[in-house]
């Protein structure tokens, strides 16, 4: 199946600062790639979406990028407050026979941590 | 609060038992997904109904089974538990097959 790696693992920044994962796949078929923030105990919750008819999409302090000939998108994240703390998970929808159903692949997870 | 609702919120149980874990979809939506989250394993895509159709299939063990009832609720089984059944399991629900999924709050599953 499709596998989606995510890094970096864990990434501390200082408030204010800007933050970047991203996030590469091998499927060049795929069509579909949100963002979820899960803090501890809660559920992932959508910040950001990109199709692959689009390269850039932002949402006030949040962008996504997509470059397809290379098979990778990234999350940026600039001036982060404490709040943005959680962990972040980039996924896809892969295409098997031809066919997306809809059901997300995910990354790994990535730590960040704000400091005041 | 994305709409999606589960039950119940916290589950303990002994190996080799039987659960059910139940997701109610936002209203309107047709399509729901199940996934597993734990530590080891990240999370995993388990199954997916579609107006009260299977439509795809994960890394969902044939002790798991689900269904989705005529209105559109969702239940997922769990049988002859074992300790690494221990996760949280979250329910998802989207418009159609290819539209942004919306979670609910999960079920934590510790078997004993």
């Known amino acids: 199946g499709e596998n989606v790696e995510q890094h970096p693992s864990t990434l501390s920044v200082q408030e204010g600062d800007s933050a970047v994962i991203k996030c590469t796949y091998s499927?060049?078929?795929?069509?579909?790639f949100p963002w979820y923030k899960q803090e501890l105990g809660k559920r992932p919750q959508l910040i950001i979406d990109?199709?692959?008819?689009?390269g850039e999409k932002k949402d006030q302090r949040i962008a996504v990028t997509l470059n397809k000939t290379a098979k990778h998108f990234s999350l940026h994240i600039t001036e982060t407050q404490p709040e943005d703390s959680a962990v972040y998970f980039c996924?896809?929808?892969?295409?098997?026979?031809?066919?997306?159903?809809?059901?997300?692949?995910f990354g790994q997870g990535t730590i960040l941590t704000v400091h005041p | 609060d994305s709409g999606v609702t589960q039950t119940p919120k916290h589950l303990i149980t002994a190996t080799g038992q039987r659960v059910t874990l139940r997701c109610s979809p936002r209203?309107?939506?047709?399509?729901v997904y199940w996934y597993q989250q734990s530590l080891d394993q990240g999370l995993q895509f388990l199954i997916q109904?579609?107006?009260?159709?299977?439509?795809a299939k994960g890394n969902i063990l044939e002790r798991f089974s689900a269904q989705q009832f005529p209105d559109l609720h969702s239940e997922l089984n769990l049988s002859s538990l074992e300790l690494g059944d221990s996760a949280l399991y979250f329910c998802?629900?989207?418009?159609?097959?290819?539209?942004?999924?919306?979670f609910g709050p999960g079920t934590r599953l510790t078997v004993l």
């Open positions: 998802a629900s989207s418009v159609a097959q290819r539209n942004t999924q919306y």
């Open positions: 499927d060049s078929a795929s069509n579909y």
């Open positions: 990109i199709r692959s008819n689009v």
């Open positions: 996924a896809l929808t892969p295409k098997e026979g031809g066919t997306s159903y809809g059901k997300l692949t």
């Open positions: 209203s309107g939506d047709l399509s």
């Open positions: 109904y579609y107006n009260g159709e299977e439509r």
